[in-house]
């Protein structure tokens, strides 16, 4: 009797757990947030402009034009640069899923592969609720984020000009180069090792 009492109990015990292992998981979470990697390449020339952009709230088609504009001319002027310098990209504009990436084709290795995709994240109520913050119209919030052909999480791009957004191409193109010329990583560097990651 006394175990069959007990085990109700024992089920709240373990749900508590469990609870708690979660918490702790976005406590961990919430003090190791790092400063995003969409403000490493920014300086403090267009700092109002930035200031305005983050406190405005941006529907899908104000994501759709930053692609469209500043995304699109950033990808045709370095495609246009690498072509002067013998090396052959291509610029994929696919508009159904409003997305635009650099495409550098290779017959052995794996393709480099930088694109901007019209993403949305569901906002919090305490975000929506709040008079002293950003106002959101809805609870979703639309911004263009980066992806590569290696499946690598990408990153919010919206406060990029078309100068950093160049840059920021030419580091991860950089970064593949010095992976590409590692024996080590030959096993994941392959034509077929990475086939439809995005």
Known sequence: ??????????????????????????????YDQKI????????????????????SSKDSPTISRFIQTTVRE??????????????EAQVKELKNTERIEIEIHHGIVNNFIYGVKNQHRTLSEFLLEEDNLPEFETDKKYYPKSYFGDA?????????????????????????LEIISEEEYELFISRNANKNLR
């Open 1 to 30: 009797m006394t175990l069959i009492t007990a085990l109700p109990f024992s089920l709240i015990m373990l749900m508590f757990i469990v609870s708690l292992m979660k918490a702790l998981v976005i406590d961990r979470s919430y």
């Open 36 to 55: 995003s990697d969409y403000t490493v390449p920014w300086s403090g020339e267009y700092w109002k402009k930035r200031l305005h952009m983050i406190v």
């Open 74 to 87: 950033a990808m045709y002027e370095l495609k246009e640069e690498f072509h002067k310098n013998g090396i």
């Open 152 to 176: 690598r999480p990408g990153y919010d791009v919206q406060y990029f000009t078309k100068n950093e957004l160049i840059s920021d191409i030419l580091k991860h193109y950089e970064r593949f």
